[in-house]
């Protein structure tokens, strides 16, 4: 019987990976999908927004059961509580990248992005596949290290949103009210995407310490900044 239930909280951190997975998949196709002006890759997104949701359903389900059948307690409820914490942020992160395809699909044809701009937009759609892609390692690996990193990396998602800004409080902009208000809706999009990778890599570092992240900052920063100075010497 314990086998069984370890293997069910096993099978919920399998859901989360799985669920990052495709959620990471999904922002870089939908910056594809916009960039290019791709309406057949937008619809994929879009549509297949709706696995994330299904998986997220099917794992709250198993989380709820457990919590009936086990009772866990101490470490095992901390994983599940977390893990359905986890799940939500995974879940919005798809529905962000959905947004950034349904405006790919709401401007076809036309391309809803400047050229000027295309460089910036394609780099946050890369940094915010990275940062999925790190969170996910970091639900398998339970790196807190690692974890910890994550909120130095948004650190370039929050840069290359001020240039957006920037982009659109420029006097020489000359795209007109329509396009800036689809800038900074995207803008936004990617910025909470990030955030939301943020979010889950704390809640494992919650689920291994049994401390917020924020409260282990001071303590990790020193290392983590001691680490990257000997890698650039």
Known sequence: MRDAYHE?????????????????SAIGR?????????LKLAESVIEGDKKVDELQH???????????RQQPVATDLRIVV???????????????????????RLRFPERAIPHDLHATILEMGQLAQRLMAKAAEVIVTKDVDLAMQLEQDD??????????????????????IETAVDVTLLGRYYERYADHAVAVAKRVVFLVTGEHADDLQGDIQPEIQSVAGAEGA
Request: without cysteine; charged residues 30%.
């Open 58 to 68: 099917d794992l709250e389900a198993r989380a709820i059961a457990l919590l009936a």
């Open 155 to 176: 650190d370039e998602m929050d840069l290359l949103h001020r240039t957006l800004f920037q982009h659109l409080l420029d006097d020489r902009w000359r795209h007109g």
């Open 8 to 24: 069910e909280l096993d099978s919920i951190g399998d859901g989360l990976v799985d669920m990052a997975r495709l959620v990471g």
């Open 30 to 38: 939908a910056t594809t999908a916009i960039l290019d002006s791709d």
């Open 82 to 104: 977390t893990s359905l914490r986890m799940s939500a942020d995974l879940e919005r992160s798809g529905d962000l990248a959905q947004h950034v395809a349904k405006l790919a």
